[in-house]
């Protein structure tokens, strides 16, 4: 009774702060910028923003509800689907082509409730300390619609739409950019509910049945539709900064009368490094019998769920972090024990 009363308060304080979505500052955001850095944003839906994007789509309603806009849902009005299906071949080709004759891949991949220069900053932060050789490395920044807002609580109200979004960006983007690589050394570096965007795109994510419908109806996009992880012979390694998922997001899609079954990982996974961190406010969701509860955030927070994951998985590894209050990406990136991580990779400078 304890914990659904605590729960009835948590969702209280959501009901009344602004969100907005989070877009890209640019008119061109999907860019390769000179010598080896690739710029990518996808939509709520991980559909790839094209070139002058404003003019095709506008801007997004300030207050960021679920189903008034997407780039899906506005080039199927206009009849432009094909367009857009386009460009975002074009764009997945560009990467293609940078990558070819690089050895490793380097992908960033941000939180919720982040915006685009925070993202940014976060990510140039991180490359400042990395053995980056821009002959040999190709870092892709990636960036999905996790919202974003300023109030105190805000985090708090996004969360929900947040969790689905993620998913989304991982299914049918982030995955989308992993199968054009091949034959190479992957390092996927994510934080908070970026974890959710990686395992979204390394296996299949559950969507409720109400969430496939409306997605569909709203969007024009069919979640049962999105393409496999290809075996591509890479060697994929994920670090995850502060990951707000828990062990229901290693379990496959399961029909409404089974009960979910832990994935199976390709075998291009080999390594799956997370941090533990009991003193993460944010992973508890401020009270600690919540961090399982309201889309979970507990592998993050709580050993229990890391080796309830080592019984089903011999790839895991994990950093304490414990001590750190900060959720932030920044004071993640800036813990001494995020140049331990890099360096057992040999990723630090």
């Known amino acids: 009774m304890k914990k659904w009363f605590l729960c009835i308060n948590f969702i209280i304080l959501l009901t009344a702060c602004a969100a907005t979505h989070n877009i890209p500052k640019s008119e061109n955001p999907n860019v390769k910028e000179q010598p080896n850095i690739i710029y990518s944003f996808v939509d709520q839906n991980g559909n790839?923003?094209?070139?002058?994007?404003?003019?095709?789509?506008?801007?997004?309603?300030?207050?960021?509800?679920?189903?008034?806009?997407?780039?899906?849902?506005?080039?199927?009005?206009?009849?432009?689907?094909?367009?857009?299906?386009?460009?975002?071949?074009?764009f997945l080709k560009t990467i293609s082509e940078s990558v070819k004759n690089k050895k490793r891949v380097i992908i960033f991949v941000h939180g919720f409730n982040s915006n685009a220069r925070r993202s940014t900053q976060n990510y140039e932060s991180a490359r400042k300390i990395m053995n980056i050789n821009n002959g040999t490395d190709e870092i892709i920044q990636f960036y999905w619609d996790g919202l974003s807002s300023e109030s105190i609580f805000g985090g708090a109200k996004i969360w929900f739409n947040a969790t689905n979004f993620s998913q989304m960006a991982g299914e049918f983007g982030l995955r989308r950019i992993l199968n054009t690589i091949t034959n190479k050394d992957i390092y996927i570096i994510s934080h908070s509910r970026g974890a959710s965007v990686v395992l979204s795109a390394l296996s299949s994510p559950k969507f409720s049945e109400s969430t496939k419908t409306e997605t569909l109806e709203n969007h024009n996009i069919d979640v049962d539709n999105s393409k496999s992880l290809k075996e591509n012979n890479n060697s994929i390694t994920c670090i995850m900064l502060a990951p707000a998922v828990g062990s229901a997001d290693f379990k496959l899609k399961a029909s409404i009368n089974e009960e979910p079954e832990f994935c199976t990982f390709s075998p291009q996974i080999k390594k799956i490094h997370i941090t533990i961190n009991n003193t993460d406010n944010l992973l508890k969701k401020y009270i600690g019998v919540l961090s399982k509860t309201l889309k979970p955030t507990d592998l993050g927070y709580k050993e229990d769920t890391f080796n309830e994951l080592c019984n089903h998985f011999t790839i895991f590894e994990k950093t304490s972090f414990t001590g750190q209050k900060s959720h932030d990406f920044d004071h993640y990136l800036k813990n001494p024990k995020f140049k331990d991580i890099l360096q057992l990779y040999g990723l630090l400078k």
Not at 63 to 80: D, F, P, Q, V, W
């Open 48 to 90: 790839f923003y094209p070139n002058k994007w404003r003019v095709i789509y506008g801007n997004p309603p300030q207050n960021a509800k679920r189903n008034e806009y997407s780039l899906m849902k506005i080039a199927t009005k206009k009849g432009i689907e094909n367009q857009l299906t386009q460009t975002e071949t074009s």
